[in-house]
């Protein structure tokens, strides 16, 4: 819950009180879980009464990087920040990573203490004498590049003599010597080196041990793998969870030795991932990160990832969406290593739903939808809560049987309805649905909740890790809670933040809202964000595959990335695969007087920028005639210094053919309306155009060019996040789909097929539709050809 008002104001006096600037404060308290955390460390250091700013800062980083799994510890790390014995952010540093390591097992106080450097005094005097060496190392690269010099090298390079040195003081030092050997900071320090002088020295480079560069940064290993941030599986030993209960206990979820052994026997000590979509619609741009995650990890391992379908709801799943899903995998270049549902282990979760029942973990409830919902909110336990084993076990009985009706009972577990932890309110497990199951059949009248099978079948199916967004985090205590009351092995589990794309929606619920009520056209509409409907507009999957290992598989909750980085990526991969062709949307009809009528050239295009003249797979034949056709935006009456395109009097060139000057302009009776163009052309190509246009002439006399229907896609929404606006239906863009009926195009495109896509010239990528006949091609727009992103730095 949000805080507010007078509990809002007490927490903002409480961290000012430990010296953080308002600012801060106030940006901490708008984030619910940083303001949990940081208020539980500071009645932990027993710091209410307020400290000096540079131990707030320190309970700061205590709150927001403490390794979940040494919550144990915290207390005592508070001790040694409390009384000074650590006082930087690297002797901090040094701390998470021991604790870390440590996890919820005891440890030696020395070992601590040395791994953080507790005691570790360094003098004023050596850190002077290390940071004169280091000037006098550098003393020539400081000289040359002045105060342009990165001084962070500089700091390295004492940190890794005295990692626990008082870095302000480190600062002073490192200050005071650029300025004993530089003097005052001049004009020309402060001025970006000419870009221009370093590309015309560029091709003076020369193999030369003696000249210093400056070479790029290297990657992290986190850049050049992006699953090396996880565990092994055989480290999946150590506390996953604490769950704190309202009566003050802790649970510390962990596998036992024994039964993580019996899992690594059954791995083989490999990786064991799921991706698990539920079959309730068409998958989007979002599963194509969750698909990156979970068979990407496995692979990069060694390992194997199923494709489980999450089919706990038989009232909103489809035949469809299953053919469908199981597609998308492949055509997103992955490989399941076995196709199962979660309805294949209905028997094993009532089994295990029953043994619940008997350990005192779970009850049969008859409260309807809106009571549990006022007793969760008043946190108050059901009436039921406290019935007998047995007399759950019974009507659980009579669930499963069909003798009780649909909403009068639920089976819920018994977890703790005090918690400050919503997803412990005594989750529901199974609900009562009359419906065939899609996959299961009529077998059952009871169906698991996603909250109880989830974590079960992830168990039963051996997963090392279990991967999901960060809507999910605050089900992480409930997932264990349920593991350790049944004794089941207990995977990894770790989360990650979704994928949001700007100008679109992601929700399954408005995605289907849209497609039923026809606001798109199917979800396979080139303009959403479906797996489908980016297939159909042209785009690869080894673009949505660059485009999300690019994002990388971060924590952050707040990042909304703005599609010009997804189009930034199509883009580089259409540029590589995608042949040129000419193709006219707007025709504008231009005869060329001084060519005789019926007398037809075939040109060479071609295909490539990059195309070698020996190549003849690299060009097409366009034929040119007397009569072409330009795009009627190429062509002005007036003209301007500016403008390259057509006017009286003015010569621009044919891509691959002549230049060609407007002598005469036909319009109609009203003196308005442009029909048609008269040109001549130049032969000789002696004369030299500014401007080049994209054209396409007449094959034979008197017969048209190819005609065909393009459709050019925007932006499904005009607001970049209208998922959070009330009337969101409200911002659909009027023109995200425009359709251009009869556009001309050159010959060598009559034989193009559903899927094949090309670069239109001047005009952008694009993509055969599946609505193409024999008698006319349809032509999505992928992606047009500017790149404000690419443009602005990626």
Request: hydrophobic share 35%.
């Amino acid at each position: 819950m949000v805080v507010k008002g007078e509990e809002s104001d007490k927490i903002l006096e409480l961290f000012l009180k430990i010296g953080l600037d308002e600012r801060t404060a106030r940006n901490t308290i708008a984030n619910n879980k940083v303001t949990a955390n940081l208020t539980a460390v500071i009645h932990e250091a027993a710091l209410t009464e307020g400290c000096d700013r540079t131990i707030g800062n320190l309970l700061y980083t205590v709150a927001t990087k403490y390794p979940g799994n040494a919550l144990k510890h915290r207390p005592k790390l508070l001790e040694y920040v409390v009384s000074s014995k650590i006082k930087t952010p690297a002797q901090l540093e040094a701390s998470f990573s021991f604790l870390s390591n440590v996890a919820s097992e005891d440890f030696k106080q020395e070992e601590f203490e040395a791994a953080c450097g507790v005691g570790v005094e360094v003098s004023v005097e050596e850190l002077t004498q290390t940071v004169n060496e280091i000037f006098e190392e550098s003393k020539a690269v400081i000289l040359e590049r002045r105060y342009r010099m990165n001084v962070g090298e500089l700091f390295g390079s004492i940190r890794k003599k005295h990692p626990w040195a008082d870095p302000k003081i480190a600062k002073q030092l490192v200050d005071a010597k650029m300025y004993e050997l530089l003097g005052e900071r001049t004009a020309a320090d402060d001025e970006k080196p000419s870009k221009k002088k370093e590309k015309k020295e560029k091709p003076a480079k020369v193999e030369s041990k003696a000249v210093v560069v400056d070479t790029p940064a290297q990657p992290s290993e986190e850049e050049l793998n992006p699953f090396s941030i996880f565990p092994a599986p055989e480290d999946n030993i150590k506390v996953h969870t604490e769950v704190f209960f309202s009566n003050g206990s802790v649970l510390r979820c962990c596998n036992t030795r024994e039964r993580l052994d019996n899992h690594l026997k059954f791995t083989g000590g490999r990786v064991f991932t799921r991706f698990p979509p539920e079959p309730n619609g068409y998958l989007h741009i979002g599963h194509a990160k969750a698909m990156f995650v979970d068979f990407g990890l496995a692979k990069e391992r060694g390992g194997c990832c199923y494709l489980r379908y999450d089919d706990t709801n038989p009232e909103a799943e489809k035949k469809e969406y299953i053919t469908h899903i199981e597609e998308i995998v492949q055509w997103m270049g992955w490989e399941p290593f076995k196709i199962t549902y979660t309805s294949n282990y209905f028997q094993d979760l009532y089994e295990l739903a029953v043994e619940l029942i008997r350990r005192g973990h779970a009850y049969v409830d008859h409260q309807t939808p809106e009571e549990i919902k006022e007793y969760r909110e008043k946190k108050m336990n059901s009436p039921w809560r406290d019935r007998p084993i047995a007399e759950s076990l019974k009507l659980f009985d009579d669930m499963k049987r069909g003798l009780i009706e649909e909403g009068k009972a639920t089976l819920r577990m018994k977890q703790d309805m005090q918690s400050d932890n919503f997803n412990m309110y005594d989750l529901i497990a199974y609900r009562i649905k009359f419906t065939p199951h899609p996959h299961a059949g009529d077998k059952w009248c009871i169906y698991p909740s996603y909250d109880y099978a989830h974590c079960i079948v992830d168990s039963l199916e051996n997963i090392t890790h279990s991967l999901c967004t960060l809507e999910f985090e605050t089900r992480r205590a409930s997932y264990y809670w349920l593991l350790h009351v049944l004794d089941l092995y207990q995977p990894y589990v770790w989360e990650y933040s979704r994928l949001n794309v700007t100008n679109t929606v992601m929700s399954k619920r408005k995605l289907n809202y849209i497609v039923t009520n026809k606001y798109v056209d199917g979800w396979d509409d080139p303009r959403l964000m479906t797996l489908a409907g980016l297939r159909r507009r042209g785009v690869t999957s080894t673009a949505i595959n660059s485009f999300v290992r690019g994002i990388g598989i971060t924590r952050s909750d707040c990042s909304m990335i703005r599609v010009d980085r997804l189009e930034y990526h199509i883009r580089e991969e259409l540029n590589k695969t995608a042949p040129r062709v000419l193709v006219v949307l707007h025709p504008l009809k231009v005869v060329i007087t001084n060519l005789e009528s019926g007398s037809v050239l075939d040109l060479d295009a071609k295909k490539w920028p990059d195309a070698q003249a020996d190549d003849t797979s690299a060009f097409y034949k366009v034929p040119f005639s007397n009569v072409v056709y330009i795009e009627r935006s190429d062509f002005r009456m007036k003209d301007s210094k500016d403008y390259y395109g057509l006017a009286p009097g003015k010569s621009a060139l044919l891509r691959y053919a002549f230049p060609i000057k407007c002598t005469d302009v036909i319009l109609a009776d009203d003196k308005e309306t442009l029909l048609e163009i008269r040109a001549e052309y130049d032969p000789s190509k002696k004369s030299k155009p500014k401007g080049v246009l994209h054209w396409v002439a007449e094959p034979s006399p008197g017969s048209d060019p190819l005609k065909v229907e393009v459709r050019l896609f925007d932006k499904l929404f005009n607001s970049e996040n209208p998922a959070e606006l009330d009337d969101w239906l409200a911002d659909l863009n009027p023109n995200s789909k425009v359709v251009v009926p009869a556009a001309y195009a050159v010959p060598s495109l009559r034989n193009a097929a559903i899927g094949d896509t090309f670069q239109f010239e001047r005009l952008g990528y694009f993509a055969v539709d599946k609505d193409s006949t024999a008698e006319k091609l349809v032509f999505n727009r992928t992606v047009t050809l500017k790149d404000a992103y690419g443009k602005a730095g990626k």
